[in-house]
């Protein structure tokens, strides 16, 4: 185990125990990746859609389609 890095990460972390900060970085790491993970598949997620809907198209345009929804209010 690096201890230099181990002292670091303590004058930044609350917990007064190696376990601790050890714990405590575990977690940050793993709510960072799943986080990662999360944002790549909306990304992927989102292109599947774009490129089945590419070939879609309105019989109006978004902002006529906004100003008819305006103007029956």
Do not use: F
């Not at 709510?31 to 070939?55: G, N």
């Not at 879609?56 to 008819?68: K, P, T, Y």
């Amino acid at each position: 185990m690096n201890d230099e890095l181990l002292e670091e990460a303590m004058k930044y972390s609350h917990a007064r125990s190696k376990r601790g900060v050890v714990e405590e970085a575990l977690a940050t790491y793993v709510a960072v990746k799943d986080k990662e993970r999360r944002r790549t598949t909306y990304s992927e997620r989102l292109k599947q859609i774009q490129a089945q809907t590419r070939s879609i198209r309105l019989r109006s345009s978004s902002q006529e389609i906004v100003r008819q929804d305006r103007a029956s209010r």
